[in-house]
């Protein structure tokens, strides 16, 4: 699935094409892709115009002139191609449907455009979904409410991120980074990364991690989360940035699928253990086990 840098990227690619589209018809093959009513649709779709793209957390949301919006989650497979008649936009799981004809067999919601300009929802599993629905609610919503932070935010602090963190004092902290009613969009990579630079062992129990160990972790999200931005993103397995193409953070990453190789900082071999259920990196000798 992926990550709020991921997204982001997505959002930011979108932003720039399909603002001030407007709606002029759309279909669907799924009710799962797309569990909208067909008189909402009808009302509160088809002429819309498009007024922003946003993203909260791993969700982008589609503004539109009428005060509704499509939320659209990516899930595992899930794209969005935008056909022009001089221009393709492609982002999301890398198959060929980013590059050859559309509509094809994975394509779930189509959006026509009154500039006859197309944006296309792909799925090959199925999981992903494009919803319709009051701006006003999305807020509402069980997800919204439950969700943490944005990690990027301006108005998020490290002293807000510390009060957060805490409430889970007995809890290890790769797991805390990884509940998304802590923090919004922080995935496994990025948290074995930014453990890795404030130099805690994923494992170690947050009673048993400073406050100024959290303020530097805090410092050190951020820094990760924006150079994989600036990268395009990650996941160059099963994902690609606003451009159709491959992430490149993965590139630039410090520890994670680093196993067995030098950490960058001291040149101990860096392993690969398990944390939180997940496949977890970090450098034995930066990054030791407190209580």
Not at 84 to 112: C, Y
Not at 128 to 138: K, Q
Not at 248 to 258: D, G, L, N, P, Q
Request: charged share 25%; aromatic share 6%.
């Amino acid at each position: 699935m992926p990550e709020l840098p991921e997204v982001e990227t997505v959002k930011r690619g979108l932003e720039a094409l399909i603002i001030g589209k407007k709606v002029q018809s759309v279909t669907h093959d799924n009710p799962k892709s797309f569990p909208n009513a067909e008189g909402d649709v009808q009302q509160f779709l088809i002429n819309a115009r498009i007024t922003a793209v946003r993203r909260r957390a791993k969700v982008l949301l589609i503004d539109l002139d009428n005060h509704h919006s499509l939320m659209v989650h990516l899930k595992m497979t899930g794209q969005l191609v935008y056909v022009a008649e001089h221009a393709r936009f492609g982002a999301g799981h890398p198959n060929d449907s980013l590059i050859h004809r559309l509509p094809d067999r994975s394509t779930r919601v189509t959006l026509a455009f009154n500039d006859r300009s197309h944006l296309f929802f792909n799925d090959q599993r199925k999981f992903g979904w494009v919803r319709l629905m009051p701006t006003v609610e999305i807020p509402n919503i069980d997800f919204m409410r439950k969700v943490g932070p944005e990690p990027l935010s301006d108005d998020f602090t490290a002293k807000e991120f510390i009060q957060r963190v805490r409430r889970r004092s007995g809890t290890n902290i790769k797991a805390v980074l990884l509940d998304q009613t802590v923090l919004a969009g922080i995935g496994n990579i990025y948290a074995d990364e930014s453990l890795w630079g404030a130099k805690i062992h994923p494992a170690t129990l947050v009673k048993n991690v400073s406050d100024a160990k959290l303020k530097t972790l805090f410092a050190k999200i951020r820094e990760v989360l924006l150079l994989s931005i600036e990268k395009g993103g990650s996941t160059d397995r099963n994902y690609v940035n606003a451009e159709g193409k491959k992430g490149s953070y993965i590139s630039f990453a410090r520890v994670f699928r680093r196993e067995g190789k030098p950490c960058s900082r001291c040149g101990t071999i860096i392993v690969k253990t398990r944390v939180a259920g997940r496949g977890t990196h970090l450098c034995p000798h930066c990054q030791k086990l407190v209580g």
